[in-house]
């Protein structure tokens, strides 16, 4: 992995983004068991869906998000994806359900996510060249 980070791309039926990645101890399960396909849950502007990971909460985790931080939901290991305000929000913040790990970012403009549909299939894998 150059530069400790890696890229990914997150596809589902409307559309796909990539992400760089962060090397943390969270992040380096997740890559141990790309690629994964799971189904997409939408929780206000979030999409999160289930891994096959389970991760302890790191220190620097956090439940405010800055959209299109790639983050990871100890609670149900799963990947959460903010793109704008869920029912947790207080005004137009990204607010977690809950303290998350903070695994990155997305590439791409968070808004893409507003086509991912409840119960969509999603796919995450490394991007090689």
Not at 6 to 11: A, D, G, P, Q, V
Not at 80 to 95: C, F, I, K, M, N
Not at 104 to 112: A, M
Request: aromatic content about 6%.
């Amino acid at each position: 992995m150059l530069n400790s980070a890696m890229l990914i791309r997150i596809s589902w039926p409307a559309g796909h983004t990539t992400a760089t990645i962060e090397e943390t101890p969270t992040s380096k399960a997740l890559a141990g068991v790309l690629p994964i396909t799971s189904t997409a849950r939408t929780w206000g502007e979030e999409v999160y869906f289930e891994t096959p990971v389970s991760a302890a909460l790191e220190a620097d985790a956090r439940q405010v998000v800055e959209a299109g931080t790639v983050a990871f939901w100890t609670e149900g290991d799963a990947l959460a994806l903010p793109y704008g305000p869920t029912p947790a929000s207080h005004g137009e913040e990204s607010r977690l359900a809950s303290p998350c790990n903070i695994l990155g970012e997305l590439e791409d403009d968070p808004r893409l996510l507003a086509t991912v549909r409840d119960g969509d299939p999603i796919r995450v894998e490394h991007v090689t060249d």
